[in-house]
């Protein structure tokens, strides 16, 4: 699993690290600055790289990377407060 979650690019994880959060694809647009439609294949992307059924199925992948999504999350979150992207 962590050999598939090495294949996808910084913003596949971070998308993925904002969609096992449970935020919705306009919200993920909003915050990354990249529109809806790019959110949507940047998450399928995530889906197959993964190799993900369903969305709980790739939250409980996430949980068993929880390290390298809290790092994720907090580089993204820094970045919004610094107003950078």
């Known amino acids: 699993m962590r050999e598939r979650f090495n294949t996808l690019t910084a913003r596949e994880r971070e998308v993925m690290s904002l969609v096992v959060k449970g935020r919705f694809n306009t919200r993920i647009a909003a915050d990354i600055g990249v529109s809806e439609v790019t959110v ?29 999504i809290l790092k994720l999350l907090t580089v993204s979150f820094d970045l919004l407060i610094s107003g950078r992207r």
Request: no cysteine.
């Open 40 to 68: 949507k294949v940047q998450r399928g992307q995530v889906m197959s790289k993964m190799q993900a059924m369903s969305l709980p199925e790739l939250a409980r992948m996430a949980d068993k990377l929880m390290p390298e």
